[in-house]
């Protein structure tokens, strides 16, 4: 899934063999492709529309998550049993509707698609300035990038992440929040007159979590399309004729396992930016420091990976959507034949 690299609008296969076996995107001699904005629109429509469709199959998941992650004081006895997905999901549902699960999912579209369309953007800029030719294709440089890539289309959007937590941890039915009224109430709370940085609550470990977030995820994918473009394993994983060109299992399998283990790494750092989030609904802390000690005290080391086993559920079905929507797009919007 963070196998952002953008192909030629007609697909071709634009990776090199390189000495020792290793594969690396070939670098345009110019950025024609790059600053091409009707090619890089559509890049970023394919995307982001596929970044929807992923989000939708497991929004209840990721509703769910939310709760367990922020420990919210119904739905805690839950994140600790087995089982205790599906009886949060059957409470939400028995309690509030089925609508219920997907409370704070239209924000969370809102977020995810111009998300997906900087994220491709940025990656390919940051490459076309940094990856002049196939021999400086490296690991360290294709973190530099992911980890630049993610951390631009993160701040450009958190506002828009914030807000859909906040509507994803409330509950009352009675009076539901609006996406404009929770807006409202975060840029007003606290002292004075309010602040536009309240919008931007939790933005530190965010910012913290993204880069090993996104480095990791895209030096595991590569790990693995090199391991699985072997000579042993090749013939049951590329795609006839092509010596380079990944079969559709073999491209879901690099994208859920290196999103597993990006997401094992930095899920700490996840916990906690959530409980900054919802800072003034739970227990008021906001410092990176006062919650995570907030976190040690009530649940211990556990405490940083509540919801893990719910990111490793929801993780394959939302790659399987995304690589298939996007491959789908691209198709119907001329990218690739």
């Given at each position: 899934?963070?196998?952002?690299?953008?192909?030629?609008?007609?697909?071709?296969?634009?990776?090199?063999?390189r000495e020792g076996g290793h594969y690396g995107y070939r670098t345009p001699k110019s950025n024609e492709d790059s600053s091409n904005l009707?090619?890089?629109?559509?890049?970023?429509?394919?995307?982001?529309?596929?970044?929807?469709?992923?989000?939708?199959?497991?929004?209840?998941?990721?509703?769910?998550?939310?709760?367990?992650?922020?420990?919210?004081?119904?739905?805690?006895?839950?994140?600790?049993?087995?089982?205790?997905?599906?009886?949060?999901?059957?409470?939400?549902?028995?309690?509030?509707?089925?609508?219920?699960?997907?409370?704070?999912?239209?924000?969370?579209?809102?977020?995810?698609?111009?998300?997906?369309?900087?994220?491709?953007?940025?990656?390919?800029?940051?490459?076309?300035?940094?990856?002049?030719?196939?021999?400086?294709?490296?690991?360290?440089?294709?973190?530099?990038?992911?980890?630049?890539?993610?951390?631009?289309?993160?701040?450009?959007?958190?506002?828009?992440?914030?807000?859909?937590?906040?509507?994803?941890?409330?509950?009352?039915?009675?009076?539901?929040?609006?996406?404009?009224?929770?807006?409202?109430?975060?840029?007003?709370?606290?002292?004075?007159?309010?602040?536009?940085?309240?919008?931007?609550?939790?933005?530190?470990?965010?910012?913290?979590?993204?880069?090993?977030?996104?480095?990791?995820?895209?030096?595991?994918?590569?790990?693995?399309?090199?391991?699985?473009?072997?000579?042993?394993?090749?013939?049951?994983?590329?795609?006839?004729?092509?010596?380079?060109?990944?079969?559709?299992?073999?491209?879901?399998?690099?994208?859920?396992?290196?999103?597993?283990?990006?997401?094992?790494?930095?899920?700490?750092?996840?916990?906690?930016?959530?409980?900054?989030?919802?800072?003034?609904?739970?227990?008021?802390?906001?410092?990176?420091?006062?919650?995570?000690?907030?976190?040690?005290?009530?649940?211990?080391?556990?405490?940083?990976?509540?919801?893990?086993?719910?990111?490793?559920?929801?993780?394959?079905?939302?790659?399987?959507?995304?690589?298939?929507?996007?491959?789908?797009?691209?198709?119907?919007?001329?990218?690739?034949?």
């Amino acid at each position: 899934m963070r196998d952002s690299g953008i192909s030629p609008p007609i697909a071709t296969d634009p990776l090199t063999k390189r000495e020792g076996g290793h594969y690396g995107y070939r670098t345009p001699k110019s950025n024609e492709d790059s600053s091409n904005l009707d090619f890089a629109l559509r890049n970023g429509l394919a995307g982001g529309v596929a970044g929807c469709a992923a989000k939708t199959i497991v929004a209840p998941l990721e509703r769910i998550r939310i709760l367990f992650q922020t420990s919210h004081s119904h739905f805690v006895r839950y994140s600790t049993r087995w089982g205790g997905l599906i009886k949060a999901a059957r409470d939400i549902r028995t309690s509030y509707g089925i609508l219920a699960l997907f409370k704070g999912h239209s924000a969370s579209l809102v977020r995810v698609f111009p998300y997906a369309g900087i994220n491709f953007l940025a990656y390919e800029q940051f490459r076309a300035a940094i990856v002049t030719s196939p021999d400086q294709e490296a690991p360290w440089r294709r973190f530099l990038c992911g980890s630049m890539a993610g951390a631009t289309s993160t701040l450009l959007t958190y506002p828009l992440e914030l807000i859909r937590t906040r509507l994803a941890f409330e509950t009352v039915q009675k009076n539901p929040s609006s996406w404009v009224g929770i807006s409202k109430k975060i840029y007003f709370e606290g002292v004075g007159n309010g602040s536009f940085f309240n919008l931007y609550r939790g933005i530190t470990p965010t910012m913290l979590g993204i880069l090993p977030y996104a480095g990791t995820s895209f030096l595991t994918h590569d790990v693995l399309r090199d391991w699985l473009r072997s000579p042993a394993l090749a013939p049951y994983t590329l795609e006839a004729p092509s010596s380079t060109r990944l079969t559709a299992v073999a491209q879901l399998s690099c994208g859920a396992v290196a999103g597993i283990v990006a997401q094992t790494v930095s899920y700490p750092i996840d916990i906690i930016r959530r409980r900054m989030q919802v800072g003034n609904v739970g227990n008021g802390q906001s410092g990176i420091l006062e919650t995570t000690q907030r976190i040690f005290i009530e649940r211990g080391v556990r405490g940083f990976y509540v919801g893990l086993t719910i990111g490793y559920v929801k993780m394959a079905p939302m790659v399987a959507t995304s690589f298939y929507v996007y491959d789908r797009m691209k198709r119907s919007l001329g990218l690739i034949e």
